[in-house]
């Protein structure tokens, strides 16, 4: 039996995976990834962690498997910049949560034609991408910035540094899936864009080349000695999609996490949305191209970690669910934005809020409500994407931690109106990585792997159409409250 590595380098936390030649785990290993928060709405990892997660994860399973290739998927807009002679970074690693390039999106709005910026990189200007916050890093570091336009720096991704680190820089790479999520790759051409580079102030000498996101690219050092081909690059939400066996243009998954994150397979052809999505490349190689509609929701998993460590209702993420249905108040509303609405609302000013408390609202009521509210969110988000499409998806596929809890998969289902297919997997994005490795490195096909793809639990719709339209416009009123109330 041949098998395959698999490494999601998430944002909070490495996890390796072994998969075997027919695309089923066979084993996987988890290392918690630390953050800190120097201020609000600063978000920062240290890069010798990422490093660090990487290696304590893969550690324990690189001497028992014939591994034939790695996959390397990666938590996406989070960047650092590192000394090109020394290796040593001189910034944090700065993660996608964090908002301080928001200033410089303000500053350059009223002299970006918006619409030209779309239509090459598929992306909004917004501090969610790379390129603002490297802006303001140049912009509040003078020195760094001298450093960088004299050749001396080098900018990555998680995966980027990762496998710098791991090949003693003699590989300085990313993929043209992950490239895309900078606002500095043209998603048309798969190249870095002058331009954008311009408007930036980025020097191209710092970026890593685009590789295919497939193929054998060179070999990786995990610090036993036994260096590894390294054959496949996506970030981390494609490589879900990857893993979700989203092949055709249509299908579509939602993989939950600190946020949740929706992609649709729209084609080979990019297509720009009208309803407050992203178009971002989903994978490209060997002839190979898919395109995807990208719809972010930057807050589920961490608001139910909130209602566990911050308001103290819940004891574990787990205990949510019997709290929804311990609930007996649906008249309140909480409109989970506490990183702000992303898509389809792009409002990174508004905050989460409550509706409709009284005396008798309980701490469950407060929990329920939540879950509903990460619900209507994936709703929002399945909306503006059918729209788009012109029809509704056949189903919905999900995974990830809260897709083992049924209360929240049951009213997406509800407000959805749709089957909800919950991954056999729950790992469904280090599979997806190490698959699309198997692709490039033992000849896996696209059929094989969507027979192989299986359903744990699959939720279908119970509520009436009555309760379903109130509830919705319940969510609608709320929404629109917490708008105006920032405006």
């Known amino acids: 039996m041949k098998y395959l590595l698999g490494i999601d380098q998430g944002t909070t936390q490495t996890t390796a995976v072994i998969v075997n030649e027919l695309g089923d785990m066979v084993e996987k290993n988890s290392v918690q990834l630390p953050a800190r928060f120097p201020q609000a709405g600063w978000v920062e990892q240290e890069p010798a962690d990422i490093v660090r997660t990487v290696k304590e994860a893969c550690a324990p399973l690189l001497d028992k498997y014939e591994i034939s290739a790695v996959g390397f998927d990666n938590q996406g807009e989070t960047f650092v910049v590192w000394d090109k002679g020394t290796g040593e970074p001189v910034t944090p690693a700065i993660v996608w949560q964090d908002t301080r390039g928001q200033s410089v999106c303000e500053e350059l709005a009223p002299n970006v034609d918006t619409e030209a910026l779309r239509a090459k990189t598929g992306l909004l200007l917004d501090s969610y991408f790379s390129a603002p916050k490297l802006k303001w890093v140049f912009e509040n570091y003078p020195d760094i910035r001298k450093q960088a336009h004299e050749g001396k720096l080098k900018f990555g991704t998680t995966e980027t540094w990762v496998i710098w680190s791991l090949t003693k820089g003699k590989l300085h790479i990313t993929d043209p899936s992950t490239a895309s999520r900078t606002l500095l790759f043209d998603m048309n051409k798969f190249e870095w864009d002058d331009d954008l580079l311009k408007l930036f102030d980025v020097p191209r000498s710092m970026l890593p080349e685009v590789k295919p996101s497939a193929g054998h690219i060179g070999d990786v050092d995990f610090g036993n000695g036994k260096p590894l081909p390294l054959h496949a690059l996506l970030v981390d939400q494609q490589a879900a999609l990857f893993g979700q066996a989203c092949f055709k243009a249509g299908e579509m998954k939602c993989s939950f996490g600190t946020g949740s994150f929706l992609l649709m397979n729209i084609g080979d052809k990019s297509k720009l949305s009208n309803n407050g999505l992203l178009t971002t490349v989903g994978w490209n190689f060997d002839g190979r191209t898919a395109y995807a509609f990208d719809g972010g929701i930057f807050v589920t998993g961490s608001a139910v970690q909130w209602l566990r460590d911050n308001l103290k209702l819940i004891p574990d993420s787990a205990s949510s669910h019997d709290a929804a249905g311990r609930s007996t108040d649906a008249g309140v509303v909480v409109v989970p934005a506490l990183q702000g609405l992303a898509a389809p609302h792009w409002r990174t000013d508004v905050r989460g809020a409550m509706f409709g408390l009284n005396r008798s609202t309980s701490s469950d009521d407060i929990v329920r409500a939540t879950l509903d509210g990460i619900a209507c969110r994936v709703y929002e ?29 049951q009213m997406i289902a509800d407000l959805l109106n749709l089957e909800v297919r919950v991954s056999a997997a729950l790992e469904a994005t280090a599979i997806g990585i190490a698959n699309l490795a198997g692709v490039s490195a033992l000849g896996a096909t696209f059929d094989e792997l969507s027979k192989n793809w299986k359903s744990e639990t699959a939720y279908t719709p119970k509520m009436s159409t009555v309760n379903r339209e109130a509830k919705l416009a319940q969510w609608s009123k709320a929404l629109d409250a917490v708008k105006k109330f920032h405006e």
């Open 381 to 409: 988000v399945v909306m503006a994407m059918s729209q788009d499409l012109g029809q509704a998806p056949p189903h919905l596929k999900v995974d990830g931690g809260p897709s083992g809890n049924p209360y929240l998969m």
